[in-house]
C-alpha cells in the first residue's frame, strides 16, 4: 500500500548531543502531521553539523521515542546543507517507486518553500507541512535574520538547480 512520506530537514544538534529547540519543532511537527496518516513513512535528513551525532540521527531517536517504529523512518545522514538533503531524498524516493503516494515536506515555515521549490525543480511533487513556527522561541531578531537568509537562499538554490539541469541535459 503506497505511504505518506514526511521528510523532515535537520537543524542543529547541541554540544551535549541533544536537539536544537529548531529541529525538535521539526520532529513534532511531522510527526503530529503524521498522525493523520496509518501509512506514514519518515525520512529524516541531516548529516554532521558543529556537534554530534549527526541530525538525522537526533530526529531517528526522537521518533522512536514517540513511538514510531523502527521501519517507519529512512536516515539520510550524508547532507550537509539543503541542496544536497533534496538530492539525497529524492534519489530515495525514486528508488521507492510505487510506495510513494505524498511527499510532505517539514522543516520551518521559513524553510519551507525552497525544500518545496526544489523538490519540484527535480520532478518530485510534494507539498509543505503546516508546521510550528520558530518564532516565539528564536524572537523577532534571529527569526528575521532567518527569513532574510532564506530570501537570499531561494534565487540562489533555483540558480544553482537550473544550471545543473542545463549540464545534465546537455
Request: glycine residues 8%.
Amino acid at each position: 500500500m503506497p505511504s505518506h512520506y514526511y521528510i523532515i530537514f535537520g537543524a542543529a544538534v547541541t554540544p551535549d548531543g541533544s536537539p536544537s529547540g529548531t529541529l525538535a519543532r521539526r520532529v513534532r511537527g511531522a510527526w503530529q502531521l503524521s498522525s493523520r496518516s496509518s501509512q506514514a513513512k519518515f525520512i529524516v535528513t541531516g548529516g554532521q553539523g558543529e556537534h554530534g551525532p549527526t541530525e538525522a540521527q537526533v530526529m531517528k531517536t526522537l521518533l522512536l521515542e514517540r513511538g514510531v517504529s523502527e521501519q517507519q523512518i529512512i536516515v539520510e545522514e550524508n547532507a550537509n546543507d539543503t541542496l544536497q538533503s533534496v538530492f539525497n531524498c529524492a534519489g530515495i524516493l525514486r528508488e521507492r517507486g510505487d510506495d510513494v503516494q505524498e511527499v510532505i515536506i517539514c522543516s520551518s515555515p521559513y524553510h519551507n518553500y525552497r525544500c518545496q521549490m526544489l523538490f519540484h525543480m527535480l520532478g518530485i511533487p510534494c507539498q509543505r507541512g503546516e508546521m510550528p513556527s520558530d518564532r516565539p522561541a528564536l524572537g523577532l531578531r534571529k527569526w528575521l535574520y532567518y527569513y532574510l537568509r532564506e530570501a537570499a537562499a531561494v534565487p540562489w538554490d533555483f540558480l544553482h538547480m537550473y544550471f545543473l539541469r542545463l549540464v545534465r541535459n546537455r
